[in-house]
């Protein structure tokens, strides 16, 4: 019987058998597979944007909202208050408003102001009226001690004279030294002898 021929392989056939296997295309992947690949990131997209943005705002952006409007609100600026109105001085000595009650300080002891004295006129039936301010002055340097002394007084004398004048009377030449001369006889009469010599008057003025 023959022997059969054994097969032997040269290397230049083993390298052409590599090349071949090499060259070979490799076995194409499922469908499936490939399919669900790629539709998995649009998914991941879809699914997870709203929750991430839920926990951007819910954890980032309304906290710093929160932090910022209470920032404002504590430093908004508290509303003004009006100052306390300053307390009025007290009264000086020496001084006296028929109307107002308005006082002025007497440097000298021998003087008194009436300041701001408002009287209607006769026969005009209220509807004019002179105010004005004088300075009392004598050689006694008790004269302002006795002037507040009799205030309540003094004071109704100078109304009473102030209040007689017309209009008429006060438009003549010479009105104020009238007035004076009268003012004068009366605060000496009342207080029973001779206190006051001279008025002054700082303010006269007929409306």
Same mark, same amino acid.
């Given at each position: 019987?023959?022997?059969?021929?054994?097969?032997?392989?040269?290397?230049?056939? %083993?390298?052409?058998?590599? %090349?071949?296997?090499?060259?070979?295309?490799?076995?194409?992947?499922?469908?499936?597979?490939?399919? =669900?690949?790629? =539709?998995?990131?649009?998914?991941?997209?879809?699914?997870?944007?709203?929750?991430?943005?839920?926990?951007?705002?819910?954890?980032?952006? =309304?906290?710093? =909202?929160?932090?910022?409007?209470?920032?404002?609100?504590?430093?908004?600026?508290?509303?003004?208050?009006?100052?306390?109105?300053?307390?009025?001085?007290?009264?000086?000595?020496?001084?006296? #408003?028929?109307?107002?009650?308005?006082?002025?300080?007497?440097?000298?002891?021998?003087?008194? /102001?009436?300041?701001?004295?408002?009287?209607?006129?006769?026969?005009?039936?209220?509807?004019?009226?002179?105010?004005?301010?004088?300075?009392?002055?004598?050689?006694?340097?008790?004269?302002?001690?006795?002037?507040?002394?009799?205030?309540?007084?003094?004071?109704?004398?100078?109304?009473?004279?102030?209040?007689?004048?017309?209009?008429? /009377?006060?438009? /003549? %030449?010479? %009105?104020?030294?009238?007035?004076?001369?009268?003012?004068?006889?009366?605060?000496?009469?009342?207080? #029973?002898?001779?206190?006051?010599?001279?008025?002054?008057?700082?303010?006269?003025?007929?409306?």
């Amino acid at each position: 019987m023959a022997t059969p021929a054994k097969n032997e392989s040269t290397p230049a056939a %083993a390298t052409a058998a590599a %090349a071949a296997a090499a060259a070979a295309p490799a076995p194409a992947a499922p469908a499936g597979r490939s399919l =669900l690949g790629t =539709l998995l990131p649009v998914v991941l997209v879809v699914v997870l944007a709203p929750a991430v943005s839920w926990l951007v705002m819910q954890y980032v952006m =309304l906290p710093q =909202l929160e932090k910022r409007l209470g920032a404002a609100a504590s430093g908004a600026p508290a509303a003004a208050q009006e100052p306390a109105p300053a307390p009025a001085p007290a009264p000086a000595k020496g001084g006296h #408003g028929a109307k107002k009650g308005e006082t002025a300080v007497v440097s000298a002891p021998n003087t008194y /102001e009436f300041s701001n004295v408002i009287v209607n006129l006769a026969g005009t039936m209220g509807t004019r009226y002179l105010k004005t301010t004088f300075l009392v002055t004598g050689s006694d340097q008790k004269l302002n001690d006795t002037f507040v002394a009799n205030k309540a007084k003094l004071v109704d004398i100078t109304l009473n004279v102030l209040s007689s004048l017309t209009l008429a /009377e006060l438009e /003549e %030449a010479g %009105a104020k030294n009238i007035i004076r001369e009268k003012l004068v006889n009366a605060y000496n009469q009342a207080l #029973g002898h001779k206190v006051v010599e001279q008025i002054y008057f700082s303010d006269f003025v007929v409306q």
